[in-house]
């Protein structure tokens, strides 16, 4: 086990492949012998965990990448902890640009015990932001368990169209879109388990990394019965057939999904497309409050309504960017998180 006071750490102290320690460990591990980036936090302190004395780190870290890990579950678990290995070596050569590298993220559960997800993501280029996990779906992880918890007051379903949600042999049915690692997804997934099926998706560039973390979370999915899917959904296609009463979702999650002008519209036809006509339908968002995209905001607010959605619960919360400023600080980030329903039925 790691400790996580502030004595250096020895490099023996560290899960030894000969012990055939879990994925999920060795991905800890070679995330507290990181040298960036710091880690989102609440706070605006750089959170850090112990050092680690380097002595010996480089034939620990040769010594995982040299082994088959054979006792791991999947092969993208084995090339994970492999990647991470390999960016740890890398990053102590002075390699100037960061590497890929997975990143351990913790989920808070109702029972007080975190979920811990490990997502992959692939370096990361201008027109690929859904390679990387940005704030706003970190502090959304973090309040899905609330959400849960104590579900914004649901009503039974009208005559008009049947929700999955109040029929109690169905699973709820919850769409992410613009995945992108899929940190809300398959923390919603997780903490779901057997009663919910949750399908992600994102651009076609993005889907095979969606994927892949959802194979590296094989451990946690498989323990918590979750049921998780993923598939391309670009929000500027109009599918056809429009999907049946069925195929829609009682859930919309959606996390930083707003950056361009034509987000607004897309978007929201988009909801107006999968979104179940069920009384307890639900779209869950969070996205950061920069200045640059207000006006997006304010047309994503008019075209809800438009559409027939109001906001039934929302609020604004700081997060702290992972990537640091020029001067070494967190950078704060405000972001809104909202719930919405159909205006008639709520
Ligand atoms: C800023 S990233 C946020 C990713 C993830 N939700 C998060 O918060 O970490 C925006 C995401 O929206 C996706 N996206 C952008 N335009 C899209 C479109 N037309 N259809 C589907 N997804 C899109 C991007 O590929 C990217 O994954």
């Not at 991905?27 to 980036?37: F, M, V």
């Not at 609330?146 to 169209?161: N, R």
């Not at 769409?175 to 690692?181: A, Q, V």
């Amino acid at each position: 086990m790691i400790s996580t006071n502030d004595e250096p750490l020895h490099v023996l102290d560290l899960p030894q492949i000969y012990t055939k320690p879990s994925g999920t460990d060795l991905i800890k591990a070679l995330a507290l012998l990181a040298l960036k980036p710091r880690t989102f936090g609440t706070t605006a302190d750089v959170v850090k965990g112990p050092a680690v004395q380097p002595a010996g780190l480089t034939r620990y870290l040769t010594s995982i990448i040299a082994s088959p890990l054979l006792w791991l579950d999947t092969e993208e678990l084995r090339e994970a902890v492999w990647d991470a290995a390999a960016a740890r070596l890398s990053e102590r050569s002075g390699r100037a640009a960061m590497p890929a590298m997975s990143r351990i993220f913790s989920v808070p559960t109702s029972s007080g015990e975190d979920y811990t997800l490990t997502l992959h993501e692939p370096s990361i280029t201008a027109d690929n932001l859904g390679m990387k996990t940005w704030v706003s779906s970190y502090l959304l992880s973090r309040r899905l368990h609330g959400l849960l918890e104590s579900p914004p007051e649901l009503v039974p379903s009208g005559p008009t169209e049947p929700s999955a949600k109040s029929d109690t042999n169905k699973q709820l049915r919850a769409l992410e879109l613009g995945s992108g690692t899929g940190l809300v997804g398959l923390a919603f997934a997780a903490l779901q388990g057997k009663s919910a099926a949750v399908h992600l998706t994102d651009l076609p560039d993005i889907v095979p990394n969606l994927a892949h973390n959802v194979a590296l979370n094989v451990e946690l999915l498989t323990t918590t019965e979750a049921t998780v899917t993923t598939d391309v959904l670009d929000w500027s296609v109009t599918p056809t057939p429009l999907p049946s009463a069925l195929e829609r979702f009682d859930v919309i999650l959606a996390a930083d999904p707003l950056y361009s002008p034509k987000h607004p519209k897309w978007l929201v036809d988009t909801i107006g497309v999968w979104l179940s006509r069920g009384l307890d339908a639900r779209v869950v968002m969070e996205m950061p409050l920069r200045d640059a995209y207000l006006p997006q905001r304010q047309e994503l607010r008019r075209r809800m309504a438009e559409l027939g959605l109001a906001p039934i619960q929302e609020g604004e919360e700081t997060g702290y960017d992972d990537w640091e400023s020029a001067g070494g600080e967190a950078l704060a980030v405000k972001c809104w998180w909202s719930i919405w329903g159909w205006s008639e039925k709520i």
